[in-house]
């Protein structure tokens, strides 16, 4: 046991890189008892982490456990989550997770993403229409960073467009249970999301689409591979969330660090074909992955020399190694110039993340067209006083911008 604590609280979350670094120079691994009792090894150096993401021995399905282990606190939200997640790609090992993998494979082709270009291109040009035709100070969350990913989203899936709702379920679903009130928000977001997902694939299984969604119940029909009804309704939902989530911080985490860095900001202004390589950058410097990834050891195994039993919770610090010395020269300084490929912000192996290209993507076409629109876009509010929202996603409540 260790007195040493993860704080998981506001002043963490609006910058845990301090708190990061300090464990990262503290060891390998490092055993943290968070504020709700639950202990968890916390892997933060990057060789590291990168071995444990592909060690097998270190479950994906850490909820599953959790839930399981009645040695370990559950919770509504945790078992709702588990319920609405554990069949998803994230959340499931080898063999379920190999053969769902290249059953979407099929369906998540590079054609069907490289088409969507000129569509993202659009959606993106209309809202920055919209924004220069109101007020000059905006919040760029809400105006752009959080609507362009929900829209593309739910097009490639062939979603109704209940983008207001799905908004505010999505942000719900990844917040931090703090206490019985954020416990009840996020039980109940991840069961409206389910139940979602659920109707959606009856509607698509009765007047199918040219999308994915289609595509995957196509595939589920097929006898050399099957989803049944709950991972399809799994993948469905995976897909809203990693889709659409983890792409609005990346804009806005991203747009963010340059507004911090305005020497790497006007490097963009002026060398704009260096948007789509900088979107890693962005992504290794101040990404929504953090602090990490959630794993269980189903066996003792040994990480940088650190012994970790079976049955421990393991947390790999994606965040923390993507800033490690020993594998990024200054890796505390964001350099648009660089070369990041090799960070951890898509994951690695057999966990690579299937919406890699679309993220970098709309990350290209929504950080260009930005800065193309509004070259002199500032942020409204001094920098310190910019708050990040509680969850293990890390994305802003808000980015109050001028535009002008």
């Not at 919770?75 to 588990?82: D, F, G, M, P, S």
């Amino acid at each position: 046991m260790t007195d040493e604590t993860l704080a998981i609280e506001p002043t963490f979350f609006n910058n845990p890189f301090p708190t990061l670094k300090a464990l990262q120079e503290a060891g390998p691994a490092r055993l943290v008892r968070l504020p709700d009792g639950v202990e968890w090894w916390v892997v933060t150096r990057y060789d590291d982490v990168l071995a444990g993401i592909a060690d097998p021995r270190l479950s994906s399905a850490a909820n599953d456990h959790m839930a399981n282990d009645s040695e370990l606190p559950t919770t509504e939200a945790i078992v709702n989550a588990n319920n609405a997640t554990r069949r998803s790609l994230v959340n499931i090992d080898p063999p379920d997770h190999t053969r769902l993998r290249k059953l979407v494979v099929r369906a998540f082709s590079a054609k069907r993403i490289d088409g969507l270009r000129p569509r993202v291109q659009q959606i993106a040009d209309d809202l920055l229409d919209t924004m220069a035709a109101g007020d000059n100070e905006t919040d760029l969350i809400e105006a752009y960073a959080s609507m362009l990913p929900i829209r593309v989203i739910c097009e490639l899936l062939g979603v109704p467009e209940d983008h207001e709702a799905l908004r505010a379920k999505t942000g719900a679903a990844f917040q931090v249970v703090k206490d019985d009130e954020s416990m009840t928000s996020m039980a109940q977001a991840f069961t409206w999301l389910m139940e979602y997902a659920t109707q959606l694939i009856r509607d698509k299984r009765e007047q199918p689409g040219d999308d994915l969604l289609s595509d995957l119940i196509a595939i589920q029909q097929e006898d050399d591979g099957r989803l049944d009804e709950e991972e399809l309704a799994a993948m469905a939902l995976t897909l809203l969330l990693a889709g659409h989530e983890t792409t609005v911080q990346l804009i806005g985490n991203g747009m963010n660090a340059l507004f911090n860095h305005p020497d790497q900001l006007n490097t963009l202004l002026t060398r704009p074909e260096l948007i789509p390589a900088a979107v890693d950058e962005l992504l290794r410097f101040d990404g929504p992955t953090n602090p990490g990834v959630a794993r269980y050891a189903t066996e003792d195994l040994t990480l940088g020399g650190v012994d970790i039993p079976r049955g421990a919770l393991v947390l790999l610090s994606v965040a923390a190694a993507n800033r490690d010395a020993t594998r990024f020269d200054r890796a505390d300084t964001l350099d648009v110039t660089r070369d990041a490929s090799g960070h951890l912000g898509f994951g690695h192996g057999i966990h690579y993340c299937l919406g890699t290209r679309l993220a970098r993507l709309e990350g290209s076409i929504a950080i260009g067209s930005l800065l193309r629109r509004f070259p002199d876009i500032r942020l409204a509010i001094p920098a310190d006083q910019v708050r990040w929202r509680l969850g293990m996603v890390r994305g802003l409540t808000a980015l109050p911008v001028a535009l002008k």
